[in-house]
């Protein structure tokens, strides 16, 4: 098993930027990709960013391009996504997840979620 908990998130106003962390337990944290994805209300979970097990290798959501960046520190068990020039659009709860080897943008391929942190975008 392995254990995520998301912090970081907030209200903060448009333009603005947050850093979302997520810190790993349970297993051996470098064996594992690791995904960033949201849901607003009323919609579906969407993708937003994800990271290979060394950190040489990142995906994002078109959405996300430009704008948000995803890190790990395999030392500290964390993966961050730094988030700048946020917008109304971006509010949401966003979650990591963790996945086995081998990276993916497929929400329903990661085996373990964290329980959300709320992002709100005040416009």
């Known amino acids: 098993q392995v254990q995520l908990v998301e912090s970081g998130g907030g209200l903060v106003q448009a333009g603005g930027s947050l850093r979302l962390s997520c810190v790993a337990s349970?297993?051996?944290?470098?064996?594992?990709?690791m995904g960033w994805f949201r849901q607003a209300p009323g919609k579906e979970r969407e993708f937003v960013a994800a990271?290979?097990?060394?950190?040489?290798?990142?995906y994002y959501a078109d959405s996300a391009k430009g704008r948000f960046t995803i890190s790990r520190d395999n030392a500290k068990n964390t993966v961050y996504l730094q988030m700048n020039s946020l917008k109304f659009e971006d509010t949401a709860v966003y979650y990591c997840a963790a996945k086995y080897v081998v990276t993916t943008t497929e929400a329903n391929e990661y085996s373990y979620w964290g329980q959300g942190t709320q992002v709100t975008v005040s416009s």
């Open positions: 349970g297993r051996p944290f470098s064996n594992y990709a």
């Open positions: 990271i290979g097990r060394s950190g040489g290798s990142t």
